[in-house]
Each structure stands twice: as C-alpha cells, then as structure tokens.
C-alpha cells in the first residue's frame, strides 16, 4: 500500500531524511517548509503526516506523527492528548523511523473504534448514537453540542466527523479560554500579522471542534457568523480563500443565558443553534455506568502494570447509585485512582471513595450532625481529595469535576490552607 506522505518541518536535513525514508518504504512523500505551505498542503490531502511540534494544531484521522526535539517530550504527550498518533523524536534513526511507519501500518488495518465513553445500551446512548448518525450524514451543517462539564463532547464531535465524507480530512481542535494572553481569533483565522493561516485552513475539507465556544469574544463571534455566512477567509498573502469546513461548537454552559446578557450574539446563537446535540449526563444512562468503568478499569490496570478480576458487586451498587457530578471525567479518575490503590485482585467500594457522597450514604449512616452542612461536607471532601493528591491542585480539580479556578475560590471560601 502506497501512502500520500506529508512531511512539515523547518529543518530541511528533518524533511530530507524523513523524505528518503518513506520513500524506501514506497510511499510518495512531498514537504512543507513552513506554514504557509503546510497549510495548502494539507488542502490536497495526505494519509500520513510527519509534522513538527511547534506547526501540530489537530490531527486528521490519518496517522499523524509530531516530530519533537528530545527536549520537549512534555509537549509531546500533550500533543497526544490533542489527537497526535505518534511521536517520533529530533534526531531520530531509520530505526525509529521505521518503527513509526510500522506503527501507522498497523493502526491502517485496524478499525477505528468509538471510545468507550460513547459505547452503551441505555436508551439515552441509544437515541445519542442514532443522532451522531444522523448528523454525519449531512454534509456541512454547523452542529451545536451541549453537556454538562465532563461529558464526552469532544467524542462526540470527533464521532460525527469519523462517520461523515470528511472522515479522512483532518480534525482540529480548538478551545475557547478565558486566558488574555491567548488570541483566539488568530489562533482560529490566523492571517498576514499572524504569520500563519490558523486553525480554520488547517481544517479544510474536515471538522473544525471548538470547544467552550460561550468564552469566545464578541469579535471573534462576529469572525465565526462571517465564516458561516460567506465560507471564505482571508490568507496570509490577503487573498480570500473558499472555507470547506464543518464547525461543530460545544458549550458546557447554558448559552441562552449568555445571549441574554449580551455575552453571545443573539443572531450567532439562532444560525448554530438549528442542529443541536444534547449529550446526556452520566447519571441518565443507567447500567452503562458500570460497563464504562469495567473498560476504564482494564485501561488503567494496563497501564499501572496490574491485574483485576473486576469489581465487587458493592462496589458495581455504588458505581450505578452515585450522582457523577464530573460526568465521564470524574468516572474516569475515580476507576483510574483505584486501579493505582486497590488492595486486592478486585476493587471494592472501599477502593472507590465514593463514602461522602451523600446521595448514596445509606439510611443510619449520616455523617455527624455537625458536620452535615454543605459547607462542612465540601470541606472535608476537598481535604480527603488534596490528601490523596499529595497536595497537586490541578489533580485534585480533575478528581473533584470542577476547574483550579472553582478550587482556588473553594479553598478560600471554605478558609482551607491551600
């Protein structure tokens, strides 16, 4: 099999060598030296993709491998976590090389599967998965997708993008912030001061997924109904240039209130809102609670190097009565921890430290009368948590289903010593 090869890189020595390499292996492989050129590379497709760290905004479904310098391996897995494949690090080996290609061998003949989060039987997964169905068959129709914080939105997103004609363009993730310091709209449109052609171009002919679109800017709102409305950008050079790309938004907010006080346009609001997606809560979904977290347990015992039989029927009882506030993350970290601490070849309910939820503490089992207030019971779980932590904020955020902001304000409110 004979692969298109995109190699973007602004060393030359990185692009001849890569280069040569793949194209021993017989693939066709052409080079981008700078941005501007990966970007209208990307335009004409590529079925793997060798792109360096500092150019790497999302990955299409094809194989993409971040090239980064040793030095910057934190980076890299971050890169992973933003939908790279691989990593192959400066300088590199034929060897290594070759394990990569081998590695995008594989995962070619291998179905891409739907994550477990998406994966369920309760009518609410049902009804979720014949919606992404659905949506994937229309061509380019902006879809709105709404959920509480910790919900699968971005699998959702990338769900409707594998399923759709655009499966094989690329998917790039883009997220919303409230951080001054972060341009939104050059990151999404980049331009001739910007240097670059943004996310926007980067995404031509797939998915573009912004996530927390409610932080947006009014003017970068304004730069998005634009888009929708003409389909077409500005390029670096000035010229316009015909936009193919679905957005799909996500919002963790309630956006209706934010119209309301003027944070959202009110016409941006009513053009994305025409098909809109709904993912349900954890709590709604009933037994696949805990077929969910029967495949997180096997992915993080795998991971830590260990081995279990699976939960015990306690410990199943308390996964399916628990409210999951943190949706799927906190499920997510509540299996993950348990897989690091569990005792035993099973874990228990005692593995879990689902004790001070209060929706599942069994009759005759209060906590004491003085320690019943919402704000005694925030503080003790905060403590417990930050303890078993070892004091890490950003992890005990994660744990908990709310953002460092939200704990930072907490350990204040609550006079805890941070």
């Not at 590379?41 to 060798?50: H, K, N």
């Not at 990593?87 to 179905?111: D, G, N, T, Y």
């Not at 014949?130 to 949506?135: G, L, T």
């Not at 997180?296 to 279990?308: E, I, K, Q």
Request: hydrophobic fraction near 45%; include cysteine.
């Amino acid at each position: 099999m004979t692969w298109r090869v995109l190699i973007a890189d602004a060393d030359p020595r990185v692009c001849a060598g890569l280069a040569e390499l793949c194209a021993a292996a017989g693939h066709d492989a052409r080079v981008a030296a700078n941005a501007a050129e990966l970007a209208r590379e990307r335009e004409r497709g590529a079925d793997l993709v060798f792109v360096a760290l500092d150019w790497f905004a999302g990955a299409p479904r094809a194989h993409t491998v971040v090239l980064v310098p040793e030095s910057k391996l934190g980076a890299g897995v971050d890169a992973l976590r933003r939908g790279a494949s691989d990593l192959l690090e400066k300088p590199f080996s034929r060897e290594r090389v070759e394990a990569v290609l081998e590695r995008a061998r594989r995962a070619a003949r291998e179905p891409i599967d739907d994550p477990a989060s998406l994966r369920g039987h309760s009518p609410a997964m049902r009804r979720l998965l014949e919606q992404i169905e659905r949506i994937a068959r229309t061509p380019s129709t902006t879809v709105l997708l709404r959920g509480a914080f910790g919900v699968e939105l971005e699998d959702v997103a990338r769900a409707i993008h594998s399923r759709s004609a655009r499966a094989r363009a690329p998917f790039v993730v883009c997220r919303a912030t409230a951080d001054a310091n972060v341009d939104l709209e050059s990151a999404l449109f980049g331009g001739r001061e910007a240097g670059h052609e943004g996310l926007v171009a980067a995404a031509q002919g797939g998915t573009l997924f912004l996530d927390d679109v409610e932080r947006a800017s009014l003017a970068v709102q304004a730069r998005i109904l634009r888009l929708l409305g003409e389909r077409t950008r500005r390029a670096a050079d000035g010229s316009e240039r015909p936009v193919d790309v679905r957005l799909v938004l996500a919002s963790g907010g309630k956006l209706d209130e934010a119209v309301a006080r003027g944070a959202f346009r009110e016409d941006l609001f009513y053009r994305v809102n025409v098909l809109s997606l709904t993912v349900p809560a954890l709590a709604e979904r009933g037994d696949d609670v805990v077929r969910l977290a029967r495949e997180l347990l096997r992915d993080a015992a795998s991971a830590c190097g260990r081995s279990f039989r699976g939960f015990s029927a306690d410990a199943e009882l308390a996964l399916r009565r628990h409210r999951w506030p943190g949706n799927v993350r906190e499920l997510a970290n509540v299996v993950e921890r348990a897989a690091l601490f569990a005792r035993g070849d099973e874990v228990g309910v005692e593995d879990l430290a689902l004790q001070l939820d209060l929706g599942t503490t069994p009759a005759g089992e209060f906590l004491p009368l003085g320690d019943r207030s919402l704000r005694g019971v925030e503080a003790r779980l905060i403590r417990r948590v930050l303890a078993e932590v070892g004091g890490n904020k950003r992890r005990a955020a994660e744990v908990l289903g709310i953002n460092r902001a939200t704990l930072y304000n907490k350990l204040a409110t609550l006079e805890l010593d941070g």
